[in-house]
């Protein structure tokens, strides 16, 4: 069964740092998306993005976010100088189409930790 | 606004019993809502969903309710066995956005004994 996968698993980086999370969507999927989880909290919605651009974005997704598919496969969420407060879990979460009875499949995720 | 609640953080039951996870939505022009599943260390992963024209809608030993008088979501787990031992998260979205954006409730988490 196609999955999404995510990498790295684990990334430890020093406060101002920047980090690229990737993430490798279905193979026909078309629409993908961001999402974090501190520890112990709920899954939040960071960011979609469709055609290279960005569709919608939340509140936490401020300056220091950007998305991209540099290569038509992967698909990155990079931060430029992480907080401490950006230590999470972060999902990659892909889709066949937009519609929003599509179902998402998510990654396993990458833990950030922000030291 | 948007909100998802759950009434339980915790849920244990024995092996074979029947699960029944609850979820509390605010946004009464929600008309989808999922459930996912979360084992340690992995991501969500899609158990089931309804659409708002429906009230009931069963899986492979799982059923949601959806009661949208009082804006409750249920999602029953028939002959709960260890491997059901997860974080359940209720999510609800709205059909009036362009795009998906998933709304994801507190999660509450299930403990099946042997």
């Known amino acids: 069964e196609p999955e999404v996968t995510q990498t790295p698993s684990h990334q430890v980086t020093q406060m101002g740092q920047e980090v690229i999370l990737r993430c490798v969507p279905i193979?026909?999927?078309?629409?993908f998306y961001w999402y974090r989880q501190i520890l112990g909290q709920k899954v939040e919605f960071l960011v979609s993005?469709?055609?290279?651009?960005?569709?919608?974005k939340s509140e936490i997704f401020d300056d220091q976010f950007s998305v991209e598919r540099p290569d038509g496969s992967n698909f990155t969420l990079k931060i430029r100088s992480t907080k401490l407060e950006d230590s999470a879990m972060y999902f990659c979460?892909?889709?066949?189409?937009?519609?929003?009875?599509?179902?998402?499949?998510f990654g396993p995720g990458t833990r950030l930790l922000v030291l | 606004g948007e909100s998802v609640g759950l009434h339980l953080p915790t849920l244990s039951v024995q092996e074979g019993d029947n699960s029944i996870i609850n979820c509390a939505y605010s946004?009464?022009?929600?008309?989808?809502f999922i459930w996912y599943k979360q084992e340690s260390g992995k991501g969500p992963q899609f158990i089931i969903d309804?659409?708002?024209?429906?009230d009931k809608r069963q899986g492979q030993r799982v059923t949601v309710l959806l009661n949208k008088t009082v804006k409750h979501l249920s999602l029953q787990i028939a002959a709960t066995q260890p491997g059901d031992s997860a974080v359940y998260f209720c999510?609800?979205?709205?059909?009036?956005?362009?795009?998906?954006?998933?709304?994801f409730g507190t999660g509450t988490r299930l403990l099946v004994s042997p």
């Open positions: 993005f469709y055609n290279n651009e960005i569709s919608e």
């Open positions: 309804i659409r708002s024209n429906m």
């Open positions: 999510a609800e979205n709205m059909e009036n956005t362009g795009f998906q954006k998933l709304v």
């Open positions: 979460a892909t889709a066949y189409s937009g519609g929003a009875r599509e179902t998402q499949y």
């Open positions: 946004n009464s022009a929600s008309d989808y």
């Open positions: 193979s026909n999927h078309l629409y």
